[in-house]
């Protein structure tokens, strides 16, 4: 069993950057690849990164690659989604997700989510 809790959401103006966290319950985070989803008012959630357990492989949407980082500290039980020249469009509730098999999570699917914390980009 896996739980998560994110943090770092918040309203900024276009341009700048915001770093999310997501902190991990458990002895055995280690083992898990991690993941960001991101859902908008009206939309589907959408996939936004993932990184293996140990973090020696990454994956990003289309929309966020060059511009977002994923990483994680297995000695702190976190993941991190670091934010640059953030746009009005990614405005949404971030969701930290968790499963044994990190290829999965590109795939969209995953076996344990955070509440999610809201991300508000003005223009």
């Known amino acids: 069993q896996v739980q998560l809790v994110e943090s770092g959401g918040g309203l900024v103006q276009a341009g700048v950057s915001l770093r999310l966290s997501c902190a991990a319950s458990?002895?055995?985070?280690?083992?898990?690849?991690m993941g960001w989803f991101r859902q908008a008012p009206g939309k589907e959630r959408e996939f936004v990164a993932a990184?293996?357990?140990?973090?020696?492989?990454?994956y990003y949407a289309d929309s966020v690659k060059g511009r977002f980082t994923i990483s994680r500290d297995n000695g702190k039980n976190t993941v991190y989604l670091q934010m640059n020249s953030l746009k009005p469009e990614d405005t949404a509730v971030y969701y930290c997700?968790?499963?044994?098999?990190?290829?999965?999570?590109?795939?969209?699917?995953?076996?344990?989510w955070g509440q999610g914390t809201q991300v508000t980009v003005s223009s």
């Open positions: 458990g002895r055995t985070f280690s083992s898990y690849g």
């Open positions: 997700t968790a499963d044994l098999r990190w290829n999965r999570i590109v795939g969209g699917g995953y076996d344990y």
């Open positions: 990184i293996s357990w140990s973090g020696g492989n990454t």
